[in-house]
């Protein structure tokens, strides 16, 4: 499977994050989209006339759009990830997969115009990207009522991975998540899982490797 | 009329003259959920002019400290919880019981200098609600029985204006909403924004839940439109 | 908000050649409106009155001043080296100050934390003692004899080294620093950093490359520094306070900062204020 990818490109992030957790291995062929507009060279318009990346092939097979390349990732390697095979969850899935183009559209607009200065209207960007975190933080909170770490159900699906990089990066684009608890802790357990990677923008989370050397404060209960 | 009597004490009465971001109250400030600041993790927070980290230990203690790194000014809610320790996310400096530096990972062997320390703000649970202030009030913040902690949200109108909404004024507020009994804290924010800590009945169906929350969710986009209009 | 002083005369990154286009692109140099173009074949900047400011076109990118230089744009002479690969990584935004985005380029310390098991990792986080000097000749800070442990320093080596690094900063918004050279040991990987103020608290940052690789794909080259950037910008868009302080305050220093310490110095003494903060805050 090759993946035509941009390290910084959260949609192309969402594709290498899912890939990671489920143990796939991509062919990476990095596009020049940013300073070069590679996705809108000819042998890239070819390949995907909507010029976006990214682009999946696998043996003949290609496929645009990120949110369905995660499905088919999933359903070939990983059908767990599509979430519980019922028809309300199938439909909760694609209702996240739907929702997650929105992030793209603000969020990931607002970032792109404040760190690759892309045009855009910043402000109505902000305003819709505020909507669909509120939103998001919503929902987050009602699956915590029920116990529930995820967005549907209690164990991670490509609703989350879709999700997830566009809200995580949303700081970029000059929006806060200091108001939504539920999303800071979504992204805590998301980022926590076996084999999960970053992208420039998020942080390891350090706290899950232990200090180096002994901490002088064990050593000193050690002693008492 | 919020009903403020029964289970509000003094130290949450409101000063006469309405609190705005600006200035640091000299009470209890509501400032988070319990829950949502789990076991060793940081978040950011707000008090007055104060930009906050609070975090938890791995042994569960609960601190608030300002939020910036005596190194190179980079925000500490950003950071890294190891045990008893919260760390700097950009050189890795940790800072034990009471904001003190006790590790620079670029001079491992070297005891930091007293010197080095965060400044600390009072903290107090209660009731699983985070409470901060420059100086600890002389009474500790209120209880609530009967009411558990139910959601955080951040609202783009006066802390005065919020509190009007919910038929009351000041930091505690006893009202109906959704068809529950609910406490509302009231947090002054920056920039003409106030946080809502909500605290619901014990025992709540999912059900009524979730119907307050869409009913606080309404309440605040009432309230958005409102100012949106008089801006 | 500062007045411009000593930083009025000096030169700054507004463009990429490359990108230059007839119609012109506006953009802001210290609070200052200009428009960066191709007039005629040739790189042309002008100010909101439409007046002709003096222009550079070196290392890939176009440079202007809004005063009259003393001294011409400095030379970097690895970049004519034959053989080396020379790589425009492409402007991106931060909401920081220039003279703190700078700064973290001069820092080592910050390897394990921000380009975790890229440029270092825990627990080799000590950062030996190196040398540091203002020199006065060229009156540019100096920092030699750096050294550091990385697991991946540079896509073309294969597993960790200890990456030798020198440290310049040759204009108060430019620094450029030469590490470990995998293929070519003896000779420099050179990495610069070009900063264009556009306010105290914004900057373009244009980032340029003279590598010896020879079997890296160029889009490769530049994801990785791009890479490297980014981890920073997340870390420059959250300190406070926004304006870098120049007097000794709330910012405590250890022997790791010594190339910042004499950045900020360097800078006070030139009255290079633009970006910074006097008063202890």
Redesign the interface.
């Known amino acids: 499977m090759i993946l035509y990818d941009?390290?910084?490109s959260p949609s192309c992030y969402r594709v290498r994050l899912l890939a990671a957790l489920i143990g796939r291995r991509l062919d990476l062929r990095?596009?020049?989209l940013?300073?070069?507009q590679?996705h809108l060279s000819e042998p890239m318009l070819a390949l995907n006339p909507a010029g976006t990346i990214p682009v999946l092939t696998d043996d003949g097979l290609v496929l645009t759009e990120s949110t369905a390349i995660l499905t088919y990732l999933a359903a070939h390697d990983a059908p767990a990830w599509l979430g519980e095979d019922t028809p309300a969850m199938r439909a909760r899935v694609a209702q996240w997969l739907a929702f997650a183009q929105r992030l793209t559209d603000s969020a990931g607009a607002a970032r792109a115009h404040?760190?690759?200065?892309a045009p855009g209207d910043i402000d109505a960007l902000r305003g819709q990207a505020t909507q669909a975190l509120?939103e998001l933080?919503?929902a987050l909170?009602?699956a915590r009522?029920?116990g529930e770490s995820f967005l549907a159900g209690n164990r991670p699906t490509i609703a989350d991975i879709a999700c997830f990089p566009h809200v995580a990066l949303a700081?970029?684009g000059?929006l806060p998540l200091?108001?939504y608890?539920?999303i800071?802790?979504w992204m805590?357990a998301i980022r926590a899982l076996d084999g999960f990677i970053?992208m420039?923008?998020i942080?390891?989370?350090?706290?899950l490797?232990?200090?180096?050397?002994p901490?002088?404060?064990?050593i000193r209960k050690e002693q008492a | 009329m919020g009903m403020m009597g029964a289970a509000c004490s003094d130290p949450c009465a409101s000063a006469p003259t309405p609190d705005t971001g600006d200035t640091v109250p000299t009470d209890w400030t509501p400032a988070a959920l319990s829950d949502d600041i789990p076991v060793a993790s940081a978040a950011p927070g707000q008090l007055g002019p104060h930009d906050l980290a609070i975090w938890r230990s791995a042994s569960g203690r609960i601190a608030a400290w300002a939020d910036r790194c005596p190194h190179r000014g980079m925000r500490l809610s950003h950071g890294f919880v190891r045990g008893e320790r919260l760390s700097c996310i950009y050189h890795g400096w940790g800072y034990g019981e009471g904001g003190q530096c006790v590790r620079i990972p670029a001079h491992p062997e070297l005891t930091p200098p007293e010197a080095i320390r965060v400044p600390v703000f009072s903290v107090a649970e209660a009731s699983g609600v985070i409470w901060v202030a420059e100086e600890a009030p002389d009474s500790p913040p209120p209880e609530f029985p009967g009411v558990v902690a139910f959601r955080s949200l951040q609202v783009s109108a006066a802390p005065e204006a919020l509190a009007a909404a919910l038929g009351g004024t000041g930091t505690v507020i006893e009202t109906v909403l959704g068809g529950a009994q609910v406490v509302a804290l009231i947090q002054p924010l920056r920039d003409g924004a106030a946080g809502l800590h909500l605290l619901a009945p014990e025992g709540s169906d999912p059900a009524a839940l979730d119907a307050l929350s869409a009913e606080v969710e309404a309440l605040r986009r009432r309230l958005e439109a409102a100012e949106e209009m008089t801006a | 908000m500062s007045e411009l002083g000593a930083m009025r005369d000096q030169w700054y990154p507004v463009g990429m050649t490359k990108q230059l286009t007839a119609q012109g692109r506006d953009t802001l140099l210290m609070g200052e409106p200009i428009r960066v173009a191709l007039a005629g074949g040739a790189p042309s900047v002008t100010d909101g009155t439409g007046r002709a400011l003096p222009v550079i076109d070196r290392f890939g990118h176009v440079w202007t001043s809004l005063g009259q230089p003393e001294k011409d744009l400095f030379t970097i002479p690895e970049v004519d080296q034959p053989g080396r690969r020379l790589v425009d990584v492409g402007v991106c935004r931060v909401r920081c100050s220039p003279l703190r985005a700078v700064e973290n380029f001069l820092d080592i310390a910050h390897f394990p934390f921000v380009h975790t098991d890229i440029l270092g990792s825990e627990p080799h986080t000590e950062v030996a003692r190196y040398e540091v000097e203002i020199r006065d000749d060229v009156d540019e800070v100096w920092a030699t004899k750096v050294k550091f442990f990385q697991p991946q320093a540079a896509k073309s080596a294969e597993g960790g080294i200890t990456t030798d690094y020198m440290y310049r900063v040759c204009a108060p918004t430019c620094s450029v620093l030469y590490k470990t050279c995998p293929p070519k040991p003896g000779e420099w990987d050179v990495i610069a950093l070009f900063v264009q103020p556009l306010t105290e608290t914004l900057c373009d940052v244009w980032p340029y490359m003279a590598l010896y690789d020879d079997d890296a794909e160029m889009t490769d080259l530049i994801h990785f520094q791009q890479m490297i950037f980014v981890q920073d910008r997340s870390v420059l868009e959250n300190q406070l306070p926004a304006l870098l302080p120049l007097d000794p305050g709330r910012e405590i220093p250890t022997r790791a900062d010594m190339t910042s310490i004499a950045y900020r110095r360097w800078l006070k003494r030139h009255g290079f204020t633009y970006g910074a903060q006097l008063v202890a805050a």
Request: without cysteine; glycine residues 8%; negative net charge.
């Open positions: 941009y390290i910084l990095a596009v020049d940013h300073p070069g590679e404040d760190m690759l200065l509120r933080e919503a909170s009602a009522r029920r700081p970029d000059g200091d108001p608890p539920s800071r802790l805590r970053e420039p923008g942080h390891r989370l350090h706290e490797k232990p200090e180096p050397g901490m002088p404060e064990v």
